[in-house]
């Protein structure tokens, strides 16, 4: 685990470690439009939607705008098809805008997906603490690392702001068990660390 200045320093790492300047990240649709800016201004690398909509529903997801396996194999298809280089698939769990949970099944075959074309998985887990479907808990991809089909390649970022309410303390955390993303990390966290005063 490494701490830095919010969960938007720690994701512009993590795309500074995963991705060369051009690659894309795939990332369900709506998503927050910040994503865009932590990995794009510094590191270019660029989103590519995984464009959703209410009419996504399949017999385990009943909710509309819901994101299945077919839905990653379409979008990352598309992608490679268009020339494109994809890294890495981002995943709000809670979602950010949708505020829907993912099952431990979603998640599992979300990171099988991944496996199959060597992706990475970052999982950003901001709004883990809060609920938003009354009577359902979120479920960690921390909770699941016995499940992992290759732990070097799932990574979670966390923070302060939404949970806590704390935006203006400006802390994050980014875990991994990849030891090569770990030590990279720490060295540019030297760049985004966390002030004194609230360490």
């Not at 839905?71 to 268009?82: K, P």
């Not at 939404?162 to 030891?179: C, E, H, N, P």
Request: aromatic share 12%; hydrophobic share 40%.
């Amino acid at each position: 685990v490494v701490g830095v200045v919010g969960v938007g320093a720690a994701l512009n790492c993590l795309a500074h470690i995963l991705c060369d300047p051009g690659d894309y990240v795939l990332v369900p649709s709506p998503y927050y439009r910040s994503f865009d800016t932590d990995f794009s201004d510094m590191a270019q690398a660029k989103m590519y939607p995984i464009d959703l909509t209410s009419k996504d529903m399949d017999e385990r997801c009943k909710m509309p705008f819901c994101l299945t396996v077919a839905r990653l194999e379409q979008a990352y298809h598309n992608a490679i098809n268009e020339g494109k280089s994809v890294k890495a698939i981002l995943i709000c769990n809670p979602a950010n805008p949708l505020g829907c949970y993912f099952t431990q099944d979603d998640i599992i075959r979300f990171l099988n997906f991944a496996d199959r074309y060597g992706l990475h998985v970052i999982f950003d887990e901001i709004y883990f603490l809060s609920a938003h479907q009354p009577g359902k808990k979120p479920i960690s991809v921390l909770s699941l690392t016995q499940n992992f089909p290759d732990p070097k390649r799932v990574h979670m970022v966390w923070g302060l702001s939404k949970d806590f309410a704390l935006s203006g303390l400006r802390v994050g955390i980014a875990w991994t068990q990849d030891r090569a993303v770990y030590n990279t990390f720490v060295k540019l966290a030297y760049y985004h660390s966390i002030p004194p005063p609230i360490q």
